[in-house]
């Protein structure tokens, strides 16, 4: 009787697991908030406010108008492009020569885990220094399981570098 019950209870454990996770996964996703103030504050601590420049930019500049730099968030601008269980919104920051500063993924309901995974191995980073226009031909790998949330994200930042480059804030055009 004895070699029969441990089967069994082994069979028993994989089935409560498998549902588990079944469970888990199809559990409701959760919208974790990301403060755009907060994202911009980290680059420019001494930011204040952001004022829209045209359809894709924003100038951000502290209380005495001083320019620190440019934004664009893909919030409006990409509503279509979806990852693992919504829209991925991204924000670019650029210094004042169109440098990305940094790219950050704004208020989503992707499984926070991979999220931290892909910025812990650096995928948000991989555009971070670059001039708009080099960084239209950056392809960082996806991570494993985050896969879908990734091409999401790329697919964001592809958008706005692209529509971006058509409307730069100044009347100079720069990298």
């Known amino acids: 009787m004895k070699p029969f019950f441990l089967p069994l209870v082994l069979f028993a454990l ?7 996770h079944k469970h888990n ?23 204040t406010k952001v ?4 359809e894709f930019w924003y100038k951000i500049i502290d209380d005495a108008n001083k320019l620190y730099g ?20 991204v924000m670019i920051i650029t210094d004042t020569h169109f440098i990305i500063k940094k790219i950050a ?3 989503h309901y992707e499984t926070r885990g991979y999220v931290r995974r ?21 392809e960082p ?9 990734a091409e999401a994200v790329k697919k964001n930042i592809h958008y706005m570098l692209a ?13």
Request: some cysteine; hydrophobic content about 40%.
């Open 118 to 138: 892909m910025q812990q191995n650096g995928f948000f980073n991989a555009w971070d220094e670059l001039p708009l226009t080099e960084a239209l031909t950056v």
């Open 25 to 47: 996964r199809e559990a409701e996703p959760v919208l974790i908030q990301v403060s755009n103030k907060a994202v911009v504050q980290s680059i420019f601590p001494a930011a």
């Open 51 to 54: 004022e829209k420049v045209n």
């Open 105 to 107: 993924l704004l208020s």
């Open 70 to 89: 440019y934004a664009m968030n893909s919030t409006n601008h990409c509503q279509d492009v979806m990852g693992y269980n919504n829209t991925t919104p």
């Open 141 to 149: 790998d996806g991570w494993s399981g985050a896969t879908v949330t």
């Open 163 to 175: 529509k971006g480059l058509t409307v730069l804030p100044t009347a100079s055009k720069k990298k």
């Open 14 to 20: 994989t089935v409560q697991a498998v549902a588990q």
